[in-house]
């Protein structure tokens, strides 16, 4: 990581190093109306970090994510790529509009096994894959305003925004081991927990163990905040610019709906084997606040 910052910073330097070479400035105006494509490699890493991590208990990553603000602070990141308009109202100064997008989709596989194999011979070393597909998606709306101070060359920018995102996504598990009437109890990754269950369905539906199938929410997530940015721009050619800022979201508020998970157990009430679903959690609110979510956005923008 320290390798690919200094040498972003030394691509940085070099670029300012040739702008001022330049005999010639560029500069927007009143009147100019600003079409960039931004990335932001920091939300990349913190989508992942959403994800569950490999050895972690599948069940009780869902119960502790149900109510827990970590599955919407993927809301509160910059968007992991954005299409931003900005048209300016005086020489310094600009409204801004943004649409963007941050999504990610992670498959942990595993090897378990194989109970088959086992139950023809004792002794066989087969295996079977369990899965777990995990996928979460966001979009966010921007509309903000923007300053910029500075020598035609290189200007200073700052501005703010007011932000609303909505987010979806859900946890799909696949198991290499079926659960039948003759397998109660099948081999599966320890990432669906020994008990394999969060409720207690053998009162209820005379299951003695499940294992979860899927979990989702009943809706869309919403977020609404406020996001800051400050940074440089240059001209690396005529109406064509270059921006690296630094961006956060220092204020965040979010709404989750509620979320469900289906399980799959042999129930002895009925002989065969059931699906579930349950109420994880009845819905929940975060005040996201802080200076963690951190981002660095950056943009090509063309000037019409």
Known sequence: MKRYILTLLAALFLL???????????????????????????????????????????GEYISDLAGNPKQMFILAQDPLAALRLKYYTT???????????????????????????????????????????????????????????????????????????????????????????????PSSMPMTTPKGTLDDFKSKLGIDYARPVERYNSGYIHGLGVQADAGLEFFVAPKIALGVSMTFTPLMLTFQPKTYATYEGFSANTGKVEQVTDVVSPGSCALLYGTQNLGCRIALTYYL
């Open 16 to 58: 300012v190093n040739g702008v001022y070479a330049q005999t010639t400035s560029y500069d927007s105006k009143k009147g100019d109306l600003g079409i960039s494509v931004t990335f932001n490699p920091a939300s990349l890493a913190y989508s992942m970090s959403c994800q569950p991590a490999p050895g972690d208990f599948a």
């Open 91 to 185: 020489d310094k100064s600009a409204l801004r509009f943004g649409f963007g997008f941050n999504g990610s989709v992670v498959k942990y596989r595993e090897y378990v096994q194989d109970d088959l194999a086992v139950a023809l011979n004792p002794e066989s070393q087969n295996k079977v894959t369990d899965a777990i597909t995990s996928r979460l998606n966001s979009l966010s709306l921007s509309v903000g305003w923007e300053g910029k101070v500075g020598s035609p060359k290189i200007k200073f920018v700052y501005g703010f925004d007011l932000l609303y995102a909505l987010a979806g996504g859900r946890m799909v598990f696949d198991y290499g081991n079926a659960m039948t009437d003759l397998n109660h109890v």
